[in-house]
């Protein structure tokens, strides 16, 4: 009677442990202040836009944008922003004389090291038109781009000298020496 107790129990167990591997664990959504901070990133416009963005913890901020074709800086306050679960919506006013296309608002979604937005720009007269951002946390891009440098300095000091065994007048070795390749 004891063994099928236990055995009963050990059921019991494995399917509690079977059914909860099945279960599918999601992070919390971000809060405001996880989502706070300066991103950049690039608009697939077609030619090169760079973006920065500046969300403050008080809903306010700034937006600004350059194309490579132009080079003509577009700068945008953000009027407020707005955090539902991972749903963001931000709104701006054009703060620069050189905008042409005047931003409604950036939507779509809030990680806690990313965006992901869609901008919606007014044109002329009621036409829209709309783009795509995946946008990053400014220190991480930071941080990854001076790892990439110091990796290639390094290759590169490597490179740059190499040793070399000398030989003397008579064919002996008289050491190491470091050249240039």
Not at 68 to 75: A, E, F, G, S, V
Not at 138 to 149: D, T
Request: hydrophobic fraction near 40%; proline fraction near 4%.
């Amino acid at each position: 009677m004891k063994a099928q107790g236990v055995v009963a129990l050990y059921s019991i167990l494995l399917l509690q442990v079977g059914c909860a591997s099945h279960l599918t664990i999601r992070a919390a959504p971000p809060l405001t202040e996880d989502v706070a901070g300066v991103y950049v990133g690039q608009m697939n416009d077609g030619p090169e836009t760079w973006c920065r963005l500046e969300l403050n913890p008080d809903k306010t901020g700034l937006f600004a944008c350059c194309s490579t074709w132009d080079r003509k800086l577009r700068l945008y306050e953000v009027r407020d922003w707005d955090l539902d679960e991972r749903n963001i919506r931000i709104n701006l006013d054009s703060i620069s004389t050189a905008s042409h296309l005047a931003p409604i608002c950036l939507r779509g979604k809030a990680y806690r090291s990313s965006l992901e937005l869609e901008a919606r720009f007014r044109k002329y007269g009621d036409s829209q038109d709309r783009f795509f951002l995946k946008m990053r946390r400014e220190k991480e891009v930071a941080r990854q781009l001076s790892e990439l440098k110091r990796g290639m300095e390094s290759v590169a000091l490597t490179r740059a000298t190499i040793p070399v065994l000398v030989s003397g007048h008579d064919g002996s070795k008289t050491g190491a020496q470091t050249v240039a390749p």
